[in-house]
Every structure is written in structure tokens, then in C-alpha cells.
């Protein structure tokens, strides 16, 4: 893909035109990415004070026991929204849900283990170990070309 600015100091207001052949499913994610509004804040409840989690310092979210886990470099924190929540504020070419219960960060994925028969083994940058579970194998083997 080829990018191209240019400064025109007539311009108001950024606009983006996307010259294409046919729409792509990366054409369709760029103008996601452009027309979101969506909040991409996370703030986290640890030690009865609320932060704001860094996107880069993430490397996995899961729900348990009615709850949803942020998990950091700096710790365990709570989020006060769901994980279908957190998974929407999350960009999607660097976050991606392994299951029902959990998101990983692919930057901070160590390796993948594809001995298993069935799913995927994790191993995050933390130590973490993970499982992808069978429904979302083939998503996660698109996104990472094999």
C-alpha cells in the first residue's frame, strides 16, 4: 500500500480519499479505523484508585468470576466495562480475542505453540501461558498467515 500526503494550506478540514481496485477487507479496516469515534481509553480500578492503562502495556485481558482482568507490566487492575467493550476501544490489528474469556496483545505474545491438537498454546511476555480455544484458531491463523 502506498501512503501520500499532501499540505494544502487551503485546507480546512483533513480529508482522506483511498484509490482502489475493489474493496479489500484492508481497504474496509482502514475506514474503520478512520470513521471510529469510539473511546480508546481504558481506566482500571487497583488499590481503590483509578488508572489509565496505556494500550502498548497491555498484554491480556480475561473475564472471571463476573469480572473483567486487565493485565500489565505494573499488575492485575479491574475493569468496570465488559469485554466486548474493551475488545471494540482496542485496536484490532494489535489486539485479538483467543476466546470467550480473554484478549491477548500480539505484541507482547513471546510464541505460539501449534503441537496442540485443536488450539493454539500462548506464551505471553509476562510468562503467562494461554490457550487459543477451536473457534478461534482459524481467525488467528489468518491474521498471522499460516
Known sequence: MKVEIKIDTSCIDPRVIVFTHSMTEEVNNIVKILTDNTSQILSAYKDG????????????IYASSGKVYAITNKGEYILR???YEAENRLPSNQFIRISNSEIINLKKVVHFDLNFTGTICVKLSNGTITYVSRR?????KRILGI
Not at 51 to 59: C, G, S, T, Y
Not at 136 to 140: G, H, T
Open 49 to 60: 484508585k483509578i488508572e489509565i492503562l496505556e494500550q502498548a502495556n497491555l498484554i491480556r
Open 81 to 83: 466495562i465488559r469485554l
Open 136 to 140: 478461534f484458531v482459524p481467525k488467528l
